[in-house]
């Protein structure tokens, strides 16, 4: 037998005249994964709004004059400024799951394969494909739950390695409902075209004409706000809202000037059926307590909370603030109503009819918003604006849209002598506070960042206004009018954000 020197230096020859000596392959397979979920709502140009498979203008979609003809629609490719589905969805519903992308770009080694597991059975499996950066990824579908991934990287028949990884598969499923400041009337995709020339030409390029629903709206924003939170989850927005809704026609009935011949409860249904919903932002109320009979009423009465009302619903009252408090008491009951359509026991509709509630997932949140303070000047004061006097619109601050109204309200009139006004049934924004016995989770933020800060920004507070004054007298875009501008959804949007624990 060899000595230890002697088989030294036998290696030592064999090495200097070249002979290769079996070895250890060297160990460069390394498995390096991660994986994320493909977005639900995409915003494919970093705008900050979410772009659908609804259909684009051909031309000039984000100019004052879209073109008529819209292309694109159904073909599976989010483009910027393209519509919802339908005026409705985000993005499709698979009945096979949702899209997770697999990554293996950070690995090194010839080929690599995934193992998907869900606990311990193997339910699918990503064959052996080459490692390159153009293929490094692969796209599967999967549907809610835990998964455990295996990701195995080779290089080489003997050089193996492997890495696990947990996967929270999870698709938060955000229905809209309710009225114009949920469905964003007065912010058409193109509002900025109307921005930069109010008095030119202007076609306001909804996602839905009819309800004025748009993705520019505070809830739209609070949802995209939602998917870029986190790429281990996804967002489908199900946006329902129209301008001109109330609680019983619209949300619970249908509302046939808008073309809506189903409620939007089973409009909802009609798109998910029993997926479960995790996330619920609606506003109701202010149409039921008669918004634009106000509106009407005081540009053309003076002292307008007891004058008669010149349009309905208000007009069936006495007075304006008679009429506004009959109908503010009215609306425990219809948020209760509501209530049993969003997971209760049973869903009655306007109708009678009994449907099936929407199915609500465990630890779902349903977000009533509060109104925002439209009434205030830059510098905190009651807002004169045409023929709406301070004290108008301090009445309608006080007595409607701030959380808790004094009782009885004294009401100083432009002219003759005060009087005292009746409040026993509260106030808009209060009801929708009284909610939270529901189990819902008001919104309060909405009303605090504009009616409980130092800046107003009602509808005469010039650069710090939130909502729109006149927009024109006639056409699709004069309802804009007294409804949250940009700024004013971006703010609603933030306050639903914070209410899910977003920053």
């Not at 519903?93 to 998907?116: F, H, M």
């Not at 219809?334 to 009655?348: D, I, V």
């Not at 004294?410 to 808009?428: D, I, K, Q, V």
Request: one cysteine or more; glycine letters at 10%; charged letters at 15%.
């Amino acid at each position: 037998m060899f000595g230890v020197r002697s088989l030294a230096a036998a290696i030592s020859l064999l090495l200097a005249v070249g002979v290769a000596l079996p070895a250890q392959a060297a160990d460069n397979a390394k498995a390096r994964g991660d994986w994320r979920m493909v977005p639900q709502s995409k915003d494919v140009d970093g705008d900050g709004f979410i772009d659908g498979d609804g259909g684009v203008p051909a031309k000039r979609p984000l100019g004052a004059v879209p073109s008529a003809k819209f292309e694109g629609a159904g073909n599976q490719i989010a483009q910027p400024a393209e519509r919802l589905i339908n005026g409705v969805q985000s993005w499709y519903l698979n009945p096979r799951g949702y899209s997770v992308t697999l990554d293996a770009c950070k690995s090194s080694g010839n080929e690599y394969q995934w193992r998907i597991y869900r606990g311990k059975e193997q339910i699918e499996r990503v064959r052996w494909r080459t490692l390159t950066k153009k293929t490094c990824k692969r796209n599967i579908l999967l549907q809610e739950g835990s998964y455990r991934f295996k990701l195995e990287v080779r290089s080489g028949a003997s050089d193996v390695d492997f890495q696990w990884m947990n996967a929270d598969v999870i698709d938060y499923l955000f229905v809209i409902l309710g009225d114009s400041y949920a469905s964003g009337d007065g912010n058409p995709r193109n509002i900025d075209a109307w921005l930069r020339d109010p008095n030119g030409d202007f076609d306001p390029y909804y996602d839905d004409i009819a309800c004025k629903r748009s993705v520019h709206a505070g809830p739209v924003q609070a949802a995209l706000a939602l998917e870029n939170s986190s790429k281990k989850s996804s967002v489908t927005v199900i946006d329902v809202s129209c301008s001109g809704a109330t609680i019983l026609t619209g949300v619970l009935g249908p509302l046939p000037f808008a073309g809506q011949e189903t409620s939007q409860i089973e409009q909802v249904q009609a798109i998910i059926g029993n997926r479960p919903i995790d996330i619920v932002a609606l506003s109701a109320g202010g149409n039921d307590i008669g918004f634009t009979s106000v509106l009407s009423t005081c540009a053309l009465s003076f002292n307008c909370p007891v004058a008669s009302a010149s349009t309905l619903p208000l007009s069936r009252f006495d007075s304006v603030n008679e009429g506004v408090q009959t109908l503010t008491g009215r609306l425990p009951a219809k948020y209760a109503q509501l209530a049993g359509c969003l997971g209760g026991a049973s869903c009655t509709l306007t109708s009678g009819a009994q449907v099936a509630p929407l199915t609500m997932a465990d630890g779902a949140r349903v977000l009533p918003m509060t109104y925002p303070d439209i009434t205030r000047s830059a510098v905190g004061e009651p807002c004169r604006y045409l023929t709406l006097s301070p004290s108008d619109f301090a009445w309608a601050r006080d007595t409607i849209l701030a959380l808790q109204a004094p009782n009885p309200y004294r009401f100083s009139p432009s002219f003759g002598s005060a009087r005292n006004l009746s409040t026993a049934n509260g106030t808009l924004n209060g009801q929708i506070l009284a909610t939270a016995a529901l189990g819902w989770e008001p919104v309060a933020g909405i009303w605090g960042a504009s009616g409980e800060s130092t800046t107003g920004h009602g509808v005469c507070a010039g650069d710090k206004s939130w909502v729109f004054g006149i927009t024109t007298l006639s056409g699709p875009f004069a309802s804009a009018a007294f409804h949250p501008n940009p700024a004013g959804q971006r703010s609603i949007g933030r306050q639903i954000a914070r209410t899910l624990g977003l920053r």
